[in-house]
T-cell receptor, first 112, second 110 residues
Framework: QQQVKQSPQSLIVQKGGIPIINCAYE??????FPWYQQFPGKGPALLIA?????SEKKEGRFTISFNKSAKQFSLHIMDSQPGDSATYFC???????????FGEGTQLTVNP | DADVTQTPRNRITKTGKRIMLECSQT?????MYWYRQDPGLGLRLIYY???????NKGEISDGYSVSRQAQAKFSLSLESAIPNQTALYFC?????????FGEGSRLTVL
């Protein structure tokens, strides 16, 4: 089974800090890399996604950085807020419509 | 109303009992999935279906079965529940890329 490895498992930052969550993958056929955000008691929801033809994608305060040669990608949250406290999952798939392989998840806490 | 609805939301059962978790979606998507979430293990794929006549095993299908009754309905069964199947279960539907998840079914097997 192809894997996606995610770190850290948990992360605590102060309001305004820039938490960074990292993921690494093995399968070079992966070409779609989404991040999902999950609040307590809810299902995960798509936050942002990137394809390997670009090295960075920004949506508001959320940025994905992608390093194809290293087979790594990361999520940065600028000016983090307590409302960003959630579990974040990275994922990968061979095409955008195929099944996703998820990382282990990172529980982020942003303190006021 | 939620686009993906799971029932029940919470269930406590005993070892050896048969359990069915149901999922329905109103988005008209062909693809549906069942995932299991455990702390530190992320979301692991149990079964998936790309249309009504298609059923595929995921990473951890042992001890589970599924039924795709219609495009909108995809149910997960535990034929004889065991304690290590205690987990949070998610159903999801998919169109061209984004997965749309239900709110989860928390199952406890005593």
């Amino acid at each position: 089974q192809q894997q996606v490895k995610q770190s850290p498992q948990s992360l605590i930052v102060q309001k305004g800090g820039i938490p960074i969550i990292n993921c690494a993958y093995e399968n070079t056929a992966f070409d779609y890399f989404p991040w999902y955000q999950q609040f307590p008691g809810k299902g995960p929801a798509l936050l942002i996604a990137i394809r390997p033809d670009v090295s960075e994608k920004k949506e508001g305060r959320f940025t994905i950085s992608f390093n194809k040669s290293a087979k790594q990608f990361s999520l940065h949250i600028m000016d983090s807020q307590p409302g960003d406290s959630a579990t974040y999952f990275c994922a990968a798939s061979i095409t955008s419509g195929s099944r996703l392989t998820f990382g282990e998840g990172t529980q982020l806490t942003v303190n006021p | 109303d939620a686009d993906v609805t799971q029932t029940p939301r919470n269930r406590i059962t005993k070892t050896g009992k048969r359990i069915m978790l149901e999922c329905s979606q109103t988005k008209g998507h062909d693809r549906m999935y069942w995932y299991r979430q455990d702390p530190g293990l992320g979301l692991r794929l149990i079964y998936y279906s790309f249309d009504v006549k298609d059923i595929n095993k995921g990473e951890i299908s042992d001890g589970y079965s599924v039924s795709r009754q219609a495009q909108a309905k995809f149910s997960l069964s535990l034929e004889s529940a065991i304690p290590n199947q205690t987990a949070l279960y998610f159903c999801a539907s998919q169109n061209t890329g984004e997965l749309f998840f239900g709110e989860g079914s928390r199952l406890t097997v005593l």
